[in-house]
């Protein structure tokens, strides 16, 4: 079975600053990769997924994530921190077993922006 | 279009209660979700449906049973609530059809429910 690490449960970072979120995932095969956000109270919602159509991939709120197959990981990044990053984001990866669908999640990393 | 909606979105629940959650969806998708979320320990599959009439068990199914009667409606049946259940829960659905298609292989998440046994 697969299984998704995310290092660091809290990250902080000035509004501003470079933010960087890592997941690493456990598989030979290059699966289907999300990154999700969590705005406190909320369900989750989609920033990006890597589907294997580009190596770098652009979602929604400046946010990005490389795949690196030979590091098995699929950090997320924004150049940028704004205030209302904050928020907790989660890595996941599917696993589709005899034609059956299940999703993964990493632990989430929470981020804080300090004004 | 509502996408996945949950009810209710709090409850508190005496220890031994018995609940029911509701979860639909207007998205005519295939597979539904349910999952708890604790903190620290990201969100854990309870049960799954590939189908309507179809259910199959998650990481943490026990003392939780589900029902898929409609294809657009997953509800989560509590029997004998414990404290241990004290959890937000959370419903998905995804499709995995054509590839390429918009939102294929995606999950599409609920509000969540706050649910409290005391």
């Known amino acids: 079975a697969q299984s998704v690490t995310q290092l660091g449960s809290h990250v902080s970072v000035s509004e501003g600053a470079l933010v960087l979120l890592r997941c690493n995932y456990s598989?030979?095969?290059?699966?289907?990769l999300f990154w999700y956000v969590q705005y406190p109270n909320q369900g989750l919602q989609l920033l990006l997924k890597?589907?294997?159509?580009?190596?770098l991939v652009k979602g929604i709120n400046g946010f990005e994530a490389e795949f690196k197959k030979s590091e098995t990981s699929f950090h997320l990044t924004k150049p940028s921190a704004h205030m209302s990053d904050a928020a907790e984001y989660f890595c996941?990866?599917?696993?589709?077993?005899?034609?059956?669908?299940?999703?993964?999640f990493g632990t989430g990393t929470r981020l804080k922006v300090l004004a | 279009n509502a996408g996945v909606t949950q009810t209710p979105k709090f409850r508190v629940l005496k220890t031994g209660q018995s609940m029911t959650l509701l979860c639909a969806q207007d998205?005519?998708?295939?597979?539904m979700y349910w999952y708890r979320q604790d903190p620290g320990m990201g969100l854990r599959l309870i049960h799954y449906?590939?189908?309507?009439?179809?259910?199959a068990k998650g990481e943490v199914p026990d003392g939780y049973n589900v029902s898929r009667l409609k294809k657009q409606n997953f509800l989560l049946g509590l029997e004998s609530a414990a404290p241990s259940q004290t959890s937000v829960y959370f419903c998905?659905?995804?499709?995995?059809?054509?590839?390429?298609?918009?939102?294929?292989?995606?999950?599409?998440f609920g509000p969540g429910t706050r649910l409290t046994v005391l």
């Open positions: 998905a659905s995804s499709y995995h059809g054509l590839a390429g298609a918009v939102g294929q292989n995606e999950q599409f």
């Open positions: 598989s030979s095969v290059p699966p289907y």
């Open positions: 890597y589907t294997s159509a580009a190596t």
């Open positions: 996941a990866v599917s696993e589709e077993t005899s034609g059956t669908y299940k999703y993964i």
């Open positions: 998205m005519n998708h295939e597979y």
């Open positions: 449906s590939v189908g309507e009439g179809t259910t």
